[in-house]
Each structure stands twice: as structure tokens, then as C-alpha cells.
């Protein structure tokens, strides 16, 4: 059985790059960096097959912090990215929208209402963060809040957005996510979202491709995802 599936997988591996040496693969490989939340993929993948029936997209597990690696070993051909990585000026890319971190509180909660919280605000708080957060990691990745901020207590997960959704709409802590990944929940789970600080916390998403000829599949689903993604 063992042998039979390595088999399988190599003649695999070995159809995709016959397709890729002559040009005619029939699948883009897709990862987005920082979401578990993909509500806004369906319509981009269905005018992406009105335009090529024959082709698939295969959406790839990639780490947070490795999509932009991922592309230039050829693991993906589209990253959706916002943060920044060593390697960035080796790939290609195109701006697609902006959005900004948000706290993320069940709707009766004290900041829920307010224009912004400060840095202050989040002394004593209990901080449901993704695991990619995890401060014991080495090197760290920053704390998504404003600077000066001490929460009284950090709990990191699984990069799963409905569990820290759950965990939010339970009581158990605050968390902080991209606006229009919070968005979804808010009516179905009684959240409320409030701004970090005065000016907030922006951050620019790009469509990252590797620096070689796209093939028609390819050149497709970058223009489909740069056209229909406008979200705010």
C-alpha cells in the first residue's frame, strides 16, 4: 500500500512538471498568509473558471511566516502576504488592498462603542492571540497592538479563526485580527470591533508571485483576485 501511494505520488510530481516544462499546467497553487478565513474565495475562484473550466486551484498549507519562502522553493505560485519577509525584493508584487488590525471584544464589553483604545487600555487584559504570536518563539513576532501595551495575561492557538471567535463570543479574553477577517462574525457572534489607537493599525496586502513568465492560468487568477479584491 506504502509503495503503491509513493508511486502514485511521484507519477504525480512527475505530470505536473511535464505541464509545467510545456507550459500547459492546469492548476495554481494558492496560499494567504495571516487568515484561516476564506468566505471571499469562492466568487474569485468561480470567475476564474468561467474563464479557464479546465484549470483547478489547490490551496496549499503554508506557515504564517513562510509563504514568500514557499514561493521561491515553488511550493506555491500566489501568496496572499501583508508582512514583510528578508526575501521580499526576490518576488513580484502587486498591491491588492488595505485593511487595518482591530481588537475584536464581545458586543456588551466596556471598549465596545468607543472610537479607539490605547495602550493603557489593554492592562489586565487577557490577549487570545494565533500561536504565530507565541513570544517564547525565537526569533518573535510582534504583539499586534498598540506599542506600550501590556496585557495582563497572552494565550496563543492554533491558527484557527473560529476558535479564537469562540473564545471571544465566550468571554475568555480579547483578540486582535484583520478587520476583514473579524467582519463575518461580528452579527453572528455579538462582537463589536474597535480601532487601535487614534490612527489605527494599517497594513497593505499584496498578491506576491515568483519573477518568471505566468502562465495563462496563472496571469487569470492574479487578475481575478487584484479586480475583486476591494475589501475595507
Request: with cysteine.
Amino acid at each position: 500500500m506504502a509503495a503503491r501511494q509513493v508511486l502514485g505520488e511521484l507519477e504525480s510530481a512527475a505530470r505536473d512538471l511535464r505541464e509545467m516544462r510545456d507550459g500547459h499546467a492546469r492548476h495554481v497553487r494558492f496560499t494567504a498568509q495571516c487568515s484561516t478565513t476564506f468566505q471571499w474565495l469562492p466568487p474569485v475562484v468561480r470567475a476564474f473558471r468561467e474563464r479557464h473550466p479546465e484549470a483547478e486551484i489547490r490551496i496549499a498549507a503554508v506557515p504564517d511566516d513562510a509563504p514568500v519562502p514557499a514561493l521561491l522553493a515553488g511550493l506555491v505560485d500566489v501568496a496572499l502576504v501583508t508582512k514583510p519577509d528578508r526575501e521580499m525584493d526576490r518576488v513580484s508584487l502587486t498591491r491588492a488592498f488595505e485593511d487595518e488590525m482591530v481588537a475584536v471584544v464581545p458586543a456588551g464589553h466596556p471598549w465596545s462603542g468607543r472610537a479607539h483604545v490605547t495602550a493603557e487600555d489593554f492592562a489586565g487584559t487577557h490577549l487570545v492571540l494565533y500561536d504565530g504570536y507565541d513570544q517564547n518563539r525565537i526569533p518573535s513576532t510582534p504583539l499586534p497592538i498598540p506599542h506600550g501595551a501590556r496585557p495582563g495575561r497572552i494565550t496563543v492557538m492554533p491558527v484557527i479563526t473560529d476558535l479564537l471567535i469562540e473564545m471571544v463570543a465566550a468571554g475568555q479574553g480579547i483578540t486582535v485580527l484583520p478587520n476583514w477577517v473579524a467582519a463575518p462574525y461580528l452579527v453572528s457572534h455579538g462582537l463589536s470591533t474597535v480601532r487601535l489607537g487614534p490612527e489605527g493599525l494599517p497594513r497593505t496586502w499584496y498578491i506576491a508571485t515568483r519573477r518568471e513568465p505566468r502562465s495563462a492560468h496563472l496571469e487569470a487568477f492574479v487578475e481575478e483576485l487584484t479586480t475583486r479584491l476591494h475589501i475595507r
